[in-house]
């Protein structure tokens, strides 16, 4: 099983400014990497696939790079409706498809 | 508007079992795998279960191995969760997802919003 290790477990960030997270892979996943978005009481929304490619409707502020084992998501200019929490997810060797663990992006 | 809809859920006792339904509705979910998601109070999410778009694969988690069965209606358009044995540990809000992906699998492009099973005595 791939173990998926996200850091930090929360990130302070003031809003306008730019956050930095981490995903790493217990072994390469190739770019078989999504990110996800989930708010308090909500489902996940798909953010990034293939490790940089935004889905649909995601704004442009939200970008992903990275490839084998190291991978990092990056929010230009934080939005008030971007403090939630993030999710990394490895589909390249399944099953189990895995998830890190989250990081939080709370208000500074 | 392409849309899941989880239902089933509730409060059940430890060894008891619960089916938990999702419908779609706004495409045919016979063109893709579809999986299962849990996320336990406070917790992060668990990939719980999977089933191919013709319903010839099915892969589970350890964790609900042989306890819990996905299977789906493509006639109907929904996709069904097993649970049988419940334990405690098996707490948690349970959403489907869609697997975008269509030779390999790929990333989760559409979630429900979730049905909440609760397992106490």
């Known amino acids: 099983e791939i173990v998926m290790t996200q850091s930090p477990a929360t990130l302070s960030v003031s809003p306008g400014e730019r956050a930095t997270l981490s995903c790493r892979a217990s072994?390469?996943?190739?770019?078989?990497l999504a990110w996800y978005q989930q708010k308090p009481g909500q489902a996940p929304i798909l953010l990034i696939y293939?490790?940089?490619t935004r889905a649909t409707g995601i704004p442009a502020r939200f970008s992903g790079s990275g490839s084998g084992t190291e991978f990092t998501l990056f929010i230009n200019s934080l939005q008030s409706e971007d403090f939630a929490f993030y999710y990394c997810?490895?589909?390249?060797?399944?099953?189990?498809?895995?998830f890190g663990q989250g990081t939080k992006v709370e208000i500074k | 508007q392409v849309q899941l809809v989880e239902s089933g859920g509730g409060v059940v006792q430890p060894g008891r079992s619960l089916r938990l339904s999702c419908a779609a509705s706004g495409f045919t979910i016979r063109s893709y795998a579809m999986h299962w998601v849990r996320q336990a109070p406070g917790k992060g999410l668990e990939w719980a279960a999977v089933i191919w778009d013709d319903g010839s694969n099915k892969y589970y988690a350890d964790s609900v191995k042989g306890r819990f069965t996905i299977s789906r209606d493509n006639s109907m358009n929904t996709l069904y969760l097993q649970m049988n044995s419940l334990r405690a540990e098996d707490t948690a809000v349970y959403y489907c997802?869609?697997?975008?992906?269509?030779?390999?699998?790929?990333?989760?492009?559409?979630w429900g919003h979730g049905t909440m099973v609760t397992v106490s005595s």
């Open positions: 072994q390469s996943v190739s770019f078989n």
């Open positions: 997802a869609r697997d975008f992906g269509h030779e390999l699998p790929d990333a989760f492009d559409v």
């Open positions: 997810q490895q589909y390249n060797n399944w099953p189990p498809w895995t």
């Open positions: 293939g490790a940089s």
